[in-house]
């Protein structure tokens, strides 16, 4: 092996120093440059010794003339090279190692943040396997900085993780969103196409774009009521709708037999009907009161009923994070969902 991990290295790309921190096969290194960490290919870089050699020889042999401080000329700031504001990124890189039958298989997949814009990002990251958590964190991002966050054992791919992001500007501007959030789910067939293709692409990492571009706030349309009022229009005050509203329950049981008192004769799928419209109506309730949690019981079962509203919560905006975790008093039958306004 050429290199080690502590080596100086040469990125001859930008021409700048830094190190290695990981090797993560024979092809491909983990390397640090003024703080960032990125993979790079062994034929990429090369040891320093040599620039720092001749950089030397050329001190020694042309000395700076002397300057007084008023001969100085004031530095221009100078554009950084090789940044391209192309969006935000979550990027896979997958580390080989050599099975007992000298192949080289894919051992684990190393999950980055890349964020190519010019604005810095408050996140929060949660990475789920078949509706369960797998893995969060809450963090910040630079401009044109790469986070690593975690690794993905591979043989888990085949569980279809997927990947759901909350962004806020951490420069919060007025006529930006208040948090945008975006997800992405990948099939295990897909993730080992792109494997194979990373050997064409001569690219160390796949990469999935999360958005280009961080929205702008969505303008409500305002509506003049004076005049209605003066035609003699009765105009009501939404904020005051709550009074009128039931009230919202901190604990909702959704087995059948709570809900109906005639429910044998019913199919599966009404049966779930029926639960998945009394979820939504306490959901609604719930958000309506502003209400911080709420405690869904869906028994434990086969699972269909608590799948179906995992999906569900993933696609409210209003939900922070849902938990499916053992509880004294329902087992591991019920989700408790946390609200964010």
């Keep these: 092996m050429k290199y080690q991990v502590g080596d100086d290295i040469l990125v001859l790309?930008?021409?700048e120093e830094g190190k290695v921190i990981e090797i993560i096969d024979d092809k491909v290194v983990l390397i640090e440059v003024r703080g960032v960490k990125f993979p790079a290919y062994m034929d990429q870089i090369d040891f320093p010794y040599?620039?720092?050699?001749t950089e030397k020889k050329a001190a020694e042999k042309k000395a700076p003339p002397k300057l007084f401080i008023d001969q100085v000329p004031k530095e221009k700031p100078q554009p950084v090279k090789d940044r391209i504001a192309d969006g935000v990124w979550l990027s896979f890189l997958p580390k080989f190692a050599i099975d007992d039958f000298n192949d080289e298989v894919v051992e684990l997949l190393k999950v980055y943040l890349m964020n190519h814009t010019e604005k810095a990002y408050?996140?929060?990251?949660?990475?789920?396997?078949?509706g369960n958590t797998n893995f969060q964190i809450?963090?910040?991002i630079q401009?044109?900085?790469?986070?690593?966050?975690?690794?993905?054992?591979f043989a888990a791919v085949n569980d279809s993780p997927s990947f759901s992001v909350d962004f806020s500007l951490l420069n919060p501007e007025k006529k930006k969103a208040v948090h945008f959030e975006t997800s992405l789910k990948i099939k295990p067939k897909q993730i080992f196409q792109k494997i194979e293709a990373l050997k064409d692409t001569n690219l160390p990492t796949i990469p999935y774009l999360l958005f280009e571009h961080y929205p702008d706030k969505l303008e409500e349309d305002k509506f003049e009521l004076s005049?209605?009022?003066?035609k003699g229009f009765k105009i009501y005050d939404a904020s005051k709708g709550r009074q009128h509203l039931p009230p919202a329950r901190s604990v909702v049981d959704l087995h059948i037999e709570k809900l109906s008192n005639d429910w044998k004769h019913l199919s599966n799928f009404e049966i779930m009907?029926?639960?998945?419209?009394?979820?939504?109506?306490?959901?609604?309730?719930a958000i309506a009161h502003y209400q911080p949690s709420i405690i869904m019981i869906h028994g434990v079962g086969v699972g269909k009923l608590k799948d179906e509203i995992h999906e569900i919560l993933k696609a409210k905006r209003e939900v922070k994070n849902f938990f499916n975790k053992y509880d004294p008093r329902f087992g591991y039958g019920a989700t408790e969902i946390f609200f964010q306004f």
């Design 13 to 15: 790309l930008s021409n």
């Design 50 to 53: 040599f620039k720092r050699f």
């Design 122 to 130: 408050h996140f929060t990251y949660q990475q789920q396997f078949l």
């Design 138 to 140: 809450v963090s910040e």
């Design 143 to 153: 401009p044109f900085h790469d986070f690593y966050i975690h690794d993905i054992d």
């Design 227 to 230: 005049s209605l009022a003066a």
């Design 273 to 285: 009907t029926i639960q998945l419209n009394e979820f939504e109506r306490q959901m609604d309730l």
